[in-house]
């Protein structure tokens, strides 16, 4: 129970309430409510080994019986690499709240708890995807990472493609051991790689949360060896529009093998008018230099999930440095108090203590700045390009030593 009166708590994971606020907030033509959508959360919960978790409500404090929530938001917890290791990471979802308790500051106030129990799970880091970019960095969460959206007929993915040579194997679930190295080796120079467990690839790659299974195929050289993977389904056009092939999920352990699978894409154009793919952010575009009329393609860099540190100390101790060095930052969090103030980060053979102190800052920031100097999304240089942090031009150069900017993509859906 907080000083505002609303009081923080489980909600069960069939809890209708939860269900019920989600549904009329990410789903309103969907409809009210109903026995139809009752014995849907039935049988999710019955079948979904990932569903079965305890979600969060906030609720009026010392209300009788079981009042109704302000606001509900879904838990996640899963461990994804930080600069070269992997940490528990707090992941919220969903959050949602009637139209008749909005713009009461409750949103703000569940999010405030969830951090806090975070904090004393052992969580340094929180992420999300986001309904609203500006909302959520006005609480102190941002930009982790980019993805590219690529869209363009099978034709030009067919021309960018490798020779025939190999085997493309249909692949599901079950082939899910044999796909995670492949992953593991794309995603080897980028930070937050996520650690999968097979019910994840399961429900949230083939299956992608409870909808229909998904097709997937795997290519293997002329020796057998697994080297690329892609996830993908067909969606009906509208009106004149033809059939569009959406790829969710893919990965290749070098650029030949990400050429099969353009081949693969190619050889779709019978079946689909439009290719659709979902892929790592190329800063190069490198795509648009394969394909025989870049024109064709349509390309988008769009902003993917959003991180926050939950606890300063805690975060920047956790982590590990390239490089020794000692750096006092003075920080401001919109949220958590315990994180307003002034740390001495001490590094010594590439492990940091981090500790409040009193001493003058070296440099100053805001916890979203932080977060992304944190996880090597920006380094110092660019925040305090762009005003997000201040500091002298030493200490800046300290900094980027000890935070350098690498890749990052965060590719899960939550």
Request: glycine share 8%; with cysteine.
């Amino acid at each position: 129970m907080d000083d505002e009166g609303t009081e923080y708590r489980t909600l069960p994971s069939d809890d209708e309430r939860f269900h019920e606020y989600v549904r009329y907030a990410f789903r309103p033509t969907a409809g009210p409510w109903d026995d139809e959508a009752r014995e849907d959360l039935r049988e999710r919960v019955e079948d979904d080994e990932l569903v079965t978790r305890a979600n969060r409500g906030l609720f009026p404090a010392d209300a009788p019986g079981d009042p109704e929530p302000y606001a509900v938001a879904g838990w996640h917890e899963f461990r994804t690499r930080v600069r070269g290791s992997f940490h528990p990471v707090g992941a919220v979802t969903a959050v949602a709240t009637p139209p008749e308790y909005r713009r009461r500051g409750y949103v703000r106030a569940l999010l405030r708890e969830m951090l806090r129990e975070f904090d004393e799970e052992g969580m340094p880091f929180s992420v999300l995807w986001p309904f609203k970019r500006s909302f959520y960095r006005d609480l102190g969460w941002e930009t982790c990472s980019l993805y590219d959206e690529v869209e363009g007929p099978p034709a030009q993915f067919q021309s960018a493609g490798a020779g025939p040579d190999g085997e493309f194997v249909p692949v599901g679930p079950e082939d899910w051991e044999t796909l995670d190295p492949i992953l593991a080796a794309h995603e080897s120079a980028r930070g937050l790689h996520v650690d999968r467990s097979d019910e994840w690839w399961e429900k949230r790659v083939f299956q992608w949360w409870g909808g229909e299974d998904s097709f997937g195929y795997r290519w293997d050289d002329r020796t057998g060896e697994p080297r690329a993977y892609l996830v993908y389904r067909f969606a009906e056009g509208e009106g004149d529009a033809g059939r569009t092939l959406r790829v969710l999920e893919s990965a290749w352990t070098d650029p030949e093998a990400h050429r099969h699978l353009l081949r693969f894409v190619g050889h779709h154009d019978s079946q689909a008018e439009t290719v659709e793919w979902y892929r790592p952010h190329d800063p190069e575009a490198r795509l648009l230099d394969l394909v025989d009329d870049p024109s064709e393609l349509t390309l988008r860099t769009k902003a993917g999930p959003m991180v926050r540190v939950v606890d300063v100390a805690h975060a920047l101790s956790a982590l590990e440095y390239p490089t020794d060095g000692t750096v006092t930052l003075a920080v401001t969090d919109p949220v958590l108090p315990a994180n307003d103030g002034t740390f001495l980060l001490a590094v010594e053979e590439g492990t940091g203590t981090c500790e409040p102190t009193d001493s003058s800052p070296d440099a100053t920031l805001s916890m979203r700045a932080l977060s992304q100097l944190a996880i090597g999304f920006r380094d110092a240089t660019f925040l305090a390009e762009t005003g997000a942090l201040t500091a002298d031009g030493g200490t800046v150069a300290s900094l980027d030593a000890l935070f350098p900017e690498e890749p990052t993509l965060l590719r899960e859906g939550f």
